[in-house]
Structure formats: C-alpha cells, structure tokens
C-alpha cells in the first residue's frame, strides 16, 4: 500500500543531507564540547558554526540563539523567567495558542497573581489586534505570547504590527515561530521581537533540538544549573549532532526558500481546488492562511467524526483531525471551538499540511478516498 504524509504542521521528514550532516558528528566529533583537547575544540566549533548559521538566515546575532531541546522547553523558560523574575503582572495571548504556551500560562496563573487576557479571534482566526492596541495602553507591565502561524488553521500573526506596538508599550514580546521558522524568511535587524522559540523538527530538521532566540536588550536567568554551556543558562553536555542537524535543516531551507514555498503553494491550491469540487458545503477554516496548511470541515454526517482519521489511515493517509479523541469521546479542538458555531465543530474536520516531498497525485488519492466516504 502507498504511504502518504500529509501532517507536515505535525513533524517533517528529514532532509537527506541533515541526516548525512548528522551521521558526520556522531562518527567523527564525538568529544564533548567542554573538553579543552581537539575532540572538545571540534565539537565545539560544530556548535558555535551551527549558532552562526541560525543566527546568519534570522538576521541576528549568534550570542542571540540559545539551544534547548524543542520549543516547548524555550517557551516555558521564557515565560516562567518573565514573570518570575521581570515583574511582568499581565500576559496578553489568545486562546488559540499552542498547548505549550496555553499551559505554561494556566500553570503561572495558580502560581502567581497575575492577569491573563485572551484576544478575541474574529472569524476569519485572525487575532483581534485592535483590542491589543487598546490594551496596551494600560501600563501594567506586559508581556504579548502570539504565535506567528498557526499550527491547525495556519492563520498568520501581523509581526510588524505586533512588534512595533510592543515596542512602542515597552512591553516584552514572546513569539511561537514553530510553525514558521525555516519556511519564511526573517529579518530581526528589522522586526523587534524579545524572544522566538522553534524547533528543529518541523523544518526537516530531528527532534529533540530547538532554539531560544532571546534578543540581546534582555536578559534572562538560566533555565538548568550545572556547567557553563549555552552561556551558563542551559547547563548540560550539548548534543553535537541534533544542534548540526538543525543549522543544516535551516540552511537548507532558506537557500530553497521560494522555490519550495512557491511548489508547496501550488499544491495547496490544487488541493483546496479539488476539495471545493468534490465537497459542497465544505467550509475551510481560516483566512489568507500559511502556505502549507489547509483546515477544512467536511460535510459529512457528524457520526463519521470519530472514525475518519482511523478511516485515512487504513489507506495510508496520514493528516490531522481538527477535533482529538479523549478517552472515547471526542473533544473538539481548542482552536477550531473559537471559530465555529457548536453544529459544525462536531462535524469532521482535517488538517492537511505539505511539504516540498508532497505531489499532485498524492492528493488526488487524498480526494478519492474522501469521496468514496461520503458514499
Ligand atoms: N508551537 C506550535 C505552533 C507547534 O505547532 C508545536 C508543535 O506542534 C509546538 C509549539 C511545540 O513544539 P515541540 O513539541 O517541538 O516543542
């Protein structure tokens, strides 16, 4: 049976060249980069090469980017570290975050005596940046938590807007670029963001390695005790191999940046295209979406929600539902419940995302098997 990948907002294959990358360091630089003898000296200038490189495609500096193990990891950091130490009192985000930042958040809000504020996501799932400007003009000391992309319905944060009334409210500006990183282009000489997380993985690069870009203006208090690496705020041996994979992910895909983006953006088209023809009343969630994401709700009866993704599976499909199964009954996703009205989120809905390695045909199969569902 064919094999199609269509999660790629999920985790992406790796690219043969990282893989290659990665094989060199776990062959060759084996030594820890803390020892003073060649082995160390070499892994070590691995490390600060693959800092370099990260730092090259954002347009910052190298002291700029902090390793951690994924994104996860950097967002808790950061957002503990504010409010812990930065005095921050109010935390501005919006309820369709990431888990990693939504929890981290609930977790600070029983902890300390803080406000949260949740922007309202206007239809389309856009954030309402209206009311942010509003906001800011109280001057309780802030820190704004907005994705940039994301990752369910690939709608996509104004950054110039945010950045700048940030800066202009002195308030700190905490930036989930998972989903974005390595799939457009930065350029932190001009946008002024505190902080960025991302992780290698979702840029064909491995798992268990991200990074913390922490603007230079601040600084923060180490996240682990116990050895100098990562400048003292990450203590523990660093993982040659995974931090080597990652630059060269990014590299990579910066230096493929249009032609892929401008391939995955056909692809896209042609699927939502197809989907329209095939699917009356379906409803795509989300507007002027990311390139490589299409959310959509079918109109297939509400009885087929729980077996669909089972159902896609069994030909070999893999994409995402929009709605998770929890101990048998299913829970609707935290997202799409901002968006749409109680009848359709018990609909089936999907979550196709792409990749360069995707193909026209793969998503004529996609189309096929949906239809001989709703038969
Ligand atoms: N933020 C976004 C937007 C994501 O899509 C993900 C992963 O799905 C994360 C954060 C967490 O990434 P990780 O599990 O690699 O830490």
């Excluded at 998972?178 to 002024?192: A, R």
């Excluded at 087929?304 to 199964?325: E, P, Q």
Aim: glycine share 4%; charged share 20%; proline share 2%.
């Amino acid at each position: 049976m064919k094999k199609i990948y269509l999660d790629n907002a999920a985790t992406t294959p790796l690219r043969a060249e990282v893989i290659q990358s990665m094989l060199d360091v776990l062959e060759n630089d084996f030594g820890n980069p803390s020892s003073t003898h060649s082995f160390g000296r070499t892994a070590k200038n691995k490390i600060e090469t693959s800092r370099k490189t990260i730092a090259k495609y954002l347009k910052c500096s190298a002291q700029e980017i902090i390793f951690t193990s994924n994104a996860t990891e950097a967002t808790n950091w950061i957002l503990n570290q504010l409010i812990e130490y930065k005095d921050v009192k109010r935390i501005i985000t919006s309820k369709i975050e990431h888990h990693a930042t939504l929890y981290t958040i609930n977790h600070l809000l029983q902890q300390h005596n803080i406000e949260v504020v949740y922007l309202t996501i206007l239809p389309n799932g856009a954030v309402d940046l209206d009311q942010l400007e509003k906001l800011l003009e109280n001057t309780v000391k802030t820190v704004v938590s907005l994705m940039h992309v994301n990752n369910e319905i690939g709608t996509v944060l104004d950054l110039q807007r945010v950045s700048k009334l940030c800066l202009q409210n002195n308030c700190y500006f905490h930036c989930d670029t998972v989903q974005s990183i390595g799939k457009t282009l930065f350029d932190l000489n001009e946008l002024t963001i505190d902080f960025l997380v991302a992780s290698a993985h979702k840029f064909h690069g491995p798992k268990g390695v991200g990074f913390a870009y922490i603007n230079k203006k601040n600084y923060l208090n180490p996240m682990l005790y116990g050895g100098e690496q990562e400048k003292g705020l990450r203590a523990g041996t660093e993982a040659t191999h995974q931090i080597v994979g990652m630059a060269k992910a990014i590299e990579i895909a910066n230096e493929n940046i249009e032609k892929e983006q401008k391939y995955i953006s056909e692809l896209k088209d042609y699927c939502l295209t197809q989907l329209k023809l095939n699917f009356d009343m379906l409803i795509i969630n989300g507007e002027n979406t990311f390139y490589n994401i299409i959310n959509v709700t079918l109109p297939f009866d509400e009885s087929k929600t729980s077996m669909i993704l089972f159902n896609l599976d069994i030909k070999g499909i893999a994409v995402s539902r929009g709605s998770a199964c929890q101990s048998g009954s299913i829970k609707p996703s935290h997202v799409l419940a901002e968006i749409l009205v109680k009848e359709n989120l018990n609909k089936p809905s999907l979550r196709i995302s792409f990749s360069h390695y995707n193909t026209k045909n793969e998503i004529d199969y996609l189309i096929d098997v949906l239809a001989q569902m709703i038969q």
